[in-house]
């Protein structure tokens, strides 16, 4: 993968900046592993050229966004990627291998889709996998949070689709779903300004 140039995230990266990067992952030195769907969104951007670099956090998830608006919209996603129970018995989280959509991306680079295609494709995608997973869990209300639901097109999508399996859905409307929601609940928590 590192010496394939055609890449757009390895053309990036100086031949140096290669080698450290590759030494980083194969001892697992500074490259730890995340559950952010907001670094899923980085790659993705990343993959398909729209942002190499990042003067602020979530800039890649917009451009993400708003690449949609050039699309004709589609229902269009990527075959789902794998449900799976974690290795570790005592936790009872799922894991999503996103491998098989990331190889779906890079074939539709390959035959020449468009950026937006692309895009709406990655989101219709994120909200189905995450119908599937409420499927999983079986709980018929489901509460949609996070830094990644300050997007529009992904909070309405994702609504859609869990109310189109009869899910009760819930999500910010009065307060952010990022880090000011987060902060809002710790004020709550620790019993700043009353009752």
Known sequence: ?????????????????LGTLKQMLNRRLNAPLTSSAGRLFDAVASIIGLRQTMSFEGQAAMQMEFAIAEANPTDESYALPALKASPNEEDTHLMIDWAPVITQILDDLRQKASIPIIAARFHNTLAEIIARVAQHIGEARIVLSGGCFQNRYLTERTVQRLEQEGYRVYWHQRVPPNDGGIALGQLYAAGVGGE
Do not use: H, I, S, Y
């Open 1 to 17: 993968m590192f010496e394939d140039n055609t890449l757009l995230p390895v053309g990036a990266f100086t031949t140096a900046e």
